[in-house]
């Protein structure tokens, strides 16, 4: 297939299958030539694994995967796309479609399906508006997987990858550092696109983590507690979580001192460690 990236071929394609952009789909089609290799290589995509894919545009991201991976399963939301595909992708035989919505599939099962006892990685470039219900999903879902290399908005992978403890980090931080190793890879400008998003976008890649970070955690409590926090992350910690999860104040006073925690300290000052101090002590 001629160059997946080129502005013409897009054209021509979307003309020919009576394509049109989707907003609603968040659909922005790279047209930089160098990115979806650098996805691919740093993504684990390899001899001997399978690669789940996330969305596949044309097929772009999809064939370099394949040119590596043993197979790569791509899950596509979007209905049109299919002739396209059928079209960009033909020259591989280690390639399936799968035309479903990836929030409302059965993610274990798919890959059991496909994989089987396969080490599988996670690629993809991610519609900004369901960047973080597709990363939650992933992990929370404890699925055999080893890494999830993903695009997304640059000030949203500033946060994934931003420390525990630092004032960029959020809820979502927790949780992806709770689940995984995050890091950030490259960044690529929003002229890398057709059409052109309005922001610039990150590669990062969360290396999941195969146990638990502390196996006497009450996780549904720890999330809870954190999510609390951080919908009111310039109150101290006694006020937010006192409000919001209906605990004495003189409780969670007790629990920060019990931790060697400041009275007056705010959810966003705390690391991973300290976070999972406190939920302990204040269920214990």
Do not use: W
């Not at 994989?115 to 879902?141: D, H, K, Q, R, W």
């Amino acid at each position: 297939m001629e160059q997946l990236t080129n502005i013409s071929v897009i054209q021509a394609l979307a003309e020919k299958h009576g394509f049109s952009f989707s907003k609603g789909l968040g659909q922005n089609f790279l047209i930089n030539p160098s990115v979806c290799p650098r996805i691919a290589e740093m993504g684990g995509a390899e001899a001997g694994c399978g690669v789940l894919e996330i969305g596949t545009g044309f097929g772009v991201l999809t064939a370099e995967l394949a040119k590596r991976a043993d197979k790569v399963a791509a899950v596509e939301i979007d209905t049109r796309l299919l002739p396209v595909l059928d079209e960009t992708l033909s020259e591989f035989d280690n390639v399936k479609i799968i035309n479903q919505d990836i929030l409302k599939t059965d993610v274990a099962a798919l890959l059991q399906e496909e994989f089987g006892s396969m080490p599988v990685s996670v690629c993809a470039n991610l519609p900004y508006y369901i960047t973080s219900p597709i990363l939650m999903l992933l992990l929370e879902s404890r699925l055999p997987i080893t890494a999830i290399t993903v695009m997304v908005q640059k000030e949203t992978a500033q946060r994934l990858c931003a420390p525990v403890g630092t004032r960029e980090s959020g809820a979502i931080t927790v949780a992806v550092h709770y689940y995984g190793e995050p890091r950030r890879l490259f960044d690529v400008s929003r002229g890398s696109f057709m059409p052109a998003p309005k922001v610039d976008s990150a590669v990062i890649r969360i290396d999941v983590r195969k146990q638990p970070l502390d196996p006497e955690l009450d996780e549904e409590f720890f999330f809870r507690m954190v999510r609390a926090g951080f919908s009111q992350r310039r109150k101290t910690i006694a006020n937010s979580l006192g409000s919001m999860l209906n605990l004495p104040k003189e409780t969670v006073y007790s629990a920060l001192r019990a931790c060697d925690l400041a009275e007056n300290a705010r959810i966003e000052s705390l690391n991973m460690e300290e976070l999972i101090a406190l939920a302990k002590s204040l269920k214990g």
